[in-house]
């Protein structure tokens, strides 16, 4: 029997840290990278964010969404498609994972030998946030405003629970079967009922 159906009371790790003084882009980096096992962001005002694993659900519907990226760019194979486990700086100096990301020519085009071994230092112009069951929708709208503000042309918050998408940096779009990309990712089509069935059983 596990701790959580025998009803045990477990320690919670916090969710939030604070460095002080302040962590440096570089110094986050690597301490992201001497602790591969966890999942770490950094708000604008330097704190820490530890983030969960991802419910067998959210995994295999960010999967399924990275999968329908990666095939929509091999239609064209300009710019590049990145996953959740992509590290962002932003200009107000926090640091991002997007569920799944993409950057045009003109942004690869910047990209060095060097830079292929660290975190972004630019916002991808196309981000996707998949809401999981312990986030809220008011979280991951901030998150998404702060992608835009920061950069981002579109971004998409989907939301498995109530079947909808919220469009940001373009006019928003409710319950639907699929989703149309704009600007950076004009021909990109979500197929949503792929990734709503990785959210029940047959």
């Not at 999981?132 to 579109?154: C, I």
Request: hydrophobic residues 35%.
């Amino acid at each position: 029997m596990s701790a959580m159906s025998a009803g045990l009371s477990l320690p919670k790790i916090p969710d939030r840290l604070i460095v002080k003084p302040d962590l440096s882009d570089d110094e986050f980096e690597q301490l992201c990278l001497t602790n591969s096992d966890l999942a770490l962001e950094r708000t604008k005002e330097g704190e820490i964010i530890v983030s969960a694993p991802a419910s067998s659900g959210t995994g295999d519907g960010n999967a399924e969404i990275i999968t329908q990226l990666r095939t929509w760019w091999k239609t064209h194979r300009r710019g590049r498609v990145y996953d959740s486990s992509t590290g962002v700086f932003l200009p107000d100096r926090s640091c991002k994972s997007p569920d799944a990301a993409y950057i045009t020519a003109e942004q690869a085009s910047q990209l060095t030998k060097d830079d292929l071994d660290h975190f972004l230092r630019f916002v991808p112009a196309f981000v996707i946030e998949l809401r999981s069951k312990t986030d809220t929708f008011a979280e991951l709208d901030r998150k998404m405003v702060q992608w835009v503000d920061n950069g981002a042309q579109l971004g998409w918050l989907v939301d498995p629970y109530t079947r909808t998408v919220q469009i940001y940096g373009a006019p928003c779009q409710e319950k639907c079967d699929q989703v149309r990309g704009t600007g950076p990712v004009a021909g990109f089509i979500l197929d949503l009922d792929e990734v709503w069935s990785c959210y029940h059983l047959d």
